[in-house]
């Protein structure tokens, strides 16, 4: 028998108009937004890859959860359904809705986190980072030395190193350290997934210091999908029963609902601890609201409850991780330097090897970004030297590991030849790659430069 191609598992039944512009208009705009991608106006991109961050598409069984908002201010049924899904999916008996996934680190570090202790993880998010800091403790990065290099092909370059943790908790780490982390996927090395193996161990760890563990599960469906399709052994289960077992290493975890829930808005803080739970409702009621409803409305939460069932389902990820796979494909056969291999939401280009004439200080990932708004109308985001920013103490330029162009892909939202699309843009930049000129600041606000950076050509 012949196999068929996949084909998305939905059919479109709303559309919303995109509009190409012009090339003169693309130059007048971005020109007119300082080069920062960040100050363009929606309606002035064609494909946008800023983020899959609230950006996918709800179902029909979602947006028919909407209007099965119970809107009372305490105990509303869709906080029970979501509890009952938090359940289900993740083996948390306890769960604080939030307005989005930065709440919930903020109520857990508030928590338990305080003046000079390190938090260990595979990689911090930025905001991750920024709420450790917040809590005057230091954010310790701990993924492998491979996860780190663009060009290395394994298959879970999200791992922590275990060996380097284990020796970091006998000697500086000791008695400093509240809980341990791991991100899945591991966003800030280009979505790439860690294993059940590293996840078991870094169970063992936790409990030979006893230490809780809590996942940033922003992600955790696409983790499980490349667990599943990469660790052997895995191949036989389904998403949802390795799901179950990768929360089940974890005391609790944070939620970005704007992920792997496929909601525009929303979070949640879960854990077991009904103690740290008490802990944690304290500071929900002071920053989120009441505990049953925590900054969302009840019909966010019905969908959101509805979305982290649908998100393990088995059919929906081989689309989802086969759409990116789809245009890293593309983008080899062309030669683009990216990341390999592709994660599981976004491709990210290698700025410094598709750049090689422009130096750091030139800003390549945000001369490439720029370049493909150019060319195409196509939004992607540098994760490079603008958002990395200076050290705090020297005031320095800190030098980015890696200097990317993340293509992020909305979940359920763009179609194959919209990818077919992208790719051509990209190839059309690399074809020209030579004539790309760097770009320097023109304005560079002391904190978070590169939402509302200015800069203009060198
Ligand atoms: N953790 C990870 C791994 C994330 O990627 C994000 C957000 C968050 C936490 C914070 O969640 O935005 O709901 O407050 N990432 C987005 C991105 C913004 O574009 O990658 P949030």
Redesign the pocket.
Known sequence: MTELPGAEPFRIKMVEPVRLTTRDERETRIAKAGYNLFSLDSQDVYIDL?????TGAMSDSQWAGLMLGDEAYAGSRNYHNLAAAVRDVMGFPYVLPTH??????HLLFTTLVGDGQLVPNNMH????KAHVEHRRATALNFVTVRGLDPEARDPFKGNLDLQALARFLEEEGKGRVPLLMA??????NGGQPVSLENLRGLRAIADRHGLPVFI?A??FAENAYFIRTREPGQAHRSVADIAREIFSYADGC?M????DCLVNI??FLAMRDPCLYEQAVVWGVLFEGFPTYGGLAGRDLEAMARGLREVVDDQYLDYRIGQVAYLADKLRQAGVPMVEPPGG?AVYLDARRFLPHLPSRQLPGQALAVELYLEGGVRG?EIGSVLTGRDPSTGENVEPQLELV?L?IPRRTYTHRHMDYVAAAVGAVFARRGSVRGLRFTHEPPVLRHFTARFERV
């Open positions: 800023l983020t899959d961050s609230g989005q996934g930065r709440a919930a680190e998010f930025d905001t991750t991100t899945l996927t591991c966003n800030s940033d922003a992600r944070t970005s609902a704007k992920k929303g979070g939401h985001v993340r992020t």
